[in-house]
């Protein structure tokens, strides 16, 4: 059920984000898909693409996709396939003191392993500083490049999006 805030403004609220997110027992093992797709549209490549067979949207095209986050291993396919930009990766298994997230990045210049960019959260503002810890940008990824940021504990479901620092 999408909460009024997203039907009306288009942004999520907690409540809409957190039903999204597996459960903390599932993060704590490892990577894991967190699909924040919120759109009733026609649209299924997230299911196509899963080699796991985790993501599900099921008959009705329209449909919102299920996650079964005890089937997924982070793999990162169904992220560049999505159209929406609307899958992540979350590895909160990364380090002590940082978490890994992967997401798909449609931009030039891209970023290179090592580079520190400013992390930001869903409405475009900074929020962490975070180093670039991995770009692949390969034909399995059809012109849409994945991007992996460590960042600080804490803000695995804040950070979305980065910029890079001139």
Request: proline letters at 8%; aromatic letters at 4%.
């Amino acid at each position: 059920m999408l909460s009024d805030k997203l039907k009306s403004t288009g942004l999520a609220d907690a409540a809409d984000i957190q039903a999204a997110w597996p459960a903390e027992e599932r993060l704590k093992k490892g990577p894991v898909a967190v699909v924040e797709c919120f759109q009733e549209i026609p649209c299924n490549p997230c299911e196509t693409s899963c080699p796991q067979k985790a993501i599900v949207v099921g008959q009705d095209i329209n449909a919102l996709p299920r996650v079964d986050h005890s089937k997924c291993n982070g793999c990162t396919i169904c992220v560049s396939r999505c159209p929406g930009l609307a899958i992540f990766v979350i590895d909160e298994k990364y380090s002590e003191a940082e978490s890994a997230v992967t997401m798909p990045y449609e931009f030039l210049p891209l970023p290179q392993k090592g580079d520190t960019v400013e992390a930001l959260d869903r409405q475009g503002q900074t929020c962490c500083q975070a180093k670039v810890i991995r770009v692949v940008n390969t034909k399995a990824q059809d012109k849409t490049p994945l991007v992996t940021l460590a960042i600080p504990k804490g803000r695995e479901k804040v950070v979305r999006f980065f910029k890079l620092v001139p």
